[in-house]
């Protein structure tokens, strides 16, 4: 329901964490992809973590030729691309 209101909220802003399916029978689709969302920094990251290995994006670009992801020994995670 992307987009749609329950009460006068933003569906996706009831709790601390939205979810969105993007399976391929969706309305708005990514194939087997899904969304999650959050206003909360210290959520972020940490789903961040526990979708790639444990791993997350850096503060700045990497440069050229360097991992996209960093390792940072905060939280294992696990592969939930």
Avoid: W
């Avoid at 749609?4 to 933003?10: D, I, Q, T, V």
């Avoid at 964490?17 to 959520?43: N, R, W, Y």
């Avoid at 789903?47 to 939280?75: I, Q």
């Amino acid at each position: 329901a992307h987009g749609a209101e329950h009460r006068g909220r933003k569906v996706g802003s009831v709790g601390d964490i939205g979810t969105f399916s993007m399976q391929h029978s969706k309305v708005l689709t990514s194939g087997e992809g899904g969304a999650a969302i959050t206003d909360s920094a210290a959520l972020a990251r940490r789903m961040e973590h526990l979708r790639a290995d444990g791993r997350c994006y850096p503060a700045a670009a990497p440069a050229p030729g360097h991992m996209e992801l960093v390792e940072t020994g905060e939280l294992m995670g696990s592969n939930r691309c």
